[in-house]
């Protein structure tokens, strides 16, 4: 038997000329990677909103004057206010867009244009709605509340720049995943992705379920805790 010659690493050069030529590195096609790259240092930002939100949580905790989410997020139902209820239906929202997402995924790679564009039509309507509701809270708080970045009625003033920073840094990633989601669409139904590798509905996929993860995190730790 013929022995298979061993795979040699590309030298930094040989990369370099890969990613300038439109090439894979890292046997990864380079859009692919530079996105998980993206994910990378995203994560790192948004890890540091959650560290500082805690450490402003707990130094609250000695005057016990951070005020309890599952009171300041309450919806009035009935004329009796539900905890979580408006959070409770974001989640699902936005959760149940990773579903219809990973659908659109897969009738990429079976090259079925309109099934895929849907697909991801339908995922980006539904976080259109996760936005639309998210400007609801947002404009319940401030008007109805009279919460600011800066101050709170309710006790700390670290709980309302915390949930502006972090909630309001998300929604400007569902926001701009709402626009991306609508482009990679539109260039389905041309054919763009026809000729070549359906790779880029993929990556927008990779995007769209890092939202999702995120407001997994904020979530728990924000709202529950």
């Known amino acids: 038997m013929e022995r298979q010659p061993k795979p040699t690493l590309k030298s930094p050069s ?33 890890g540091s909103f959650i560290a500082s939100y805690a450490s402003a949580r707990l130094a609250a905790s000695s005057t016990n004057s951070w005020p309890d989410p599952k009171e300041v997020f309450s919806l009035n139902l009935g004329g009796q206010p539900v905890p979580l209820l408006l959070i409770a239906i974001m989640t699902v929202v936005l959760i149940s867009s990773s579903g219809t997402m990973a659908i659109g995924v897969y009738h990429a790679y079976a090259k079925r244009k309109v099934q895929t564009a849907i697909f991801l039509v339908l995922t980006a309507l539904l ?22 970045p800066w101050t709170n009625p309710l006790g700390s003033p670290q709980f309302g720049s915390s949930f502006f920073m972090m909630t ?31 790779v880029g509905v993929e990556i927008c996929g ?14 728990a730790f924000f709202y529950l805790f």
Do not use: N, P
Request: aromatic share 20%; net charge negative.
């Open 14 to 46: 040989q990369l370099v000329s890969d990613w300038a030529s439109d090439l894979s590195a890292f046997k990864v096609v380079w859009s692919k990677a530079m996105m998980w790259i993206f994910l990378l240092s995203d994560t790192f930002i948004f």
């Open 127 to 148: 976080g259109l709605t996760f936005v639309c509701m998210q400007a609801y809270e947002w404009t319940h708080l401030i008007v109805d509340e009279g919460f600011r």
């Open 168 to 198: 309001g840094f998300h929604g400007l990633h569902v926001s701009i995943g709402v626009i991306y989601l609508t482009a990679t669409a539109v260039r389905v139904l041309k054919g763009v992705y026809d000729k070549g590798s359906y």
């Open 206 to 219: 990779l995007y769209w379920h890092f939202v999702d993860l995120v407001w997994v995190f904020i979530f």
